[in-house]
């Protein structure tokens, strides 16, 4: 079976940093758009960020010059640099991956794959 892992998720003061991980297993042999999603509570879940299999990333104008989205292919992982973080940044983070190209305004639907999600909280 497949499985999208996330970790690295906790609680940080604003201006604090956290690296999240999405480790997969189990995905079969392809090219993949990935992409970090979060979701706040009461609020619809957002894009954070997409890379495609050559590396090209798209930033939420909300996280742009803040986040930074990478991979290592050889381990199979996803990650997510935050730095500079912002209470309004407090969500679930899901790591998601799609068969599709990462076209622009690429959705959730695309995503054939999702992990259970890391907790984010920024306290002021």
């Known amino acids: 079976q497949v499985q999208l892992v996330e970790s690295g998720g906790g609680s940080v003061q604003a201006g604090g940093s956290l690296r999240l991980s999405c480790v997969a297993s189990?995905?079969?042999?392809?090219?993949?758009?990935m992409a970090w999603f979060r979701q706040a509570p009461e609020k619809q879940r957002e894009r954070v960020a997409t890379i495609t299999a050559y590396g090209a990333v798209v930033y939420a104008d909300s996280v742009k010059g803040r986040f930074t989205i990478s991979k290592d292919n050889t381990k199979n992982a996803l990650y997510l640099q935050m730095n500079s973080l912002k209470p309004e940044d407090t969500a679930m983070y899901y790591c998601?991956?799609?068969?599709?190209?990462?076209?622009?305004?690429?959705?959730?639907?695309?995503?054939?794959?999702w992990g259970q999600g890391t907790q984010v909280t920024v306290s002021s």
């Open positions: 189990g995905l079969p042999s392809g090219s993949y758009c």
């Open positions: 998601a991956a799609s068969m599709a190209r990462c076209y622009p305004g690429i959705i959730g639907s695309d995503f054939g794959y």
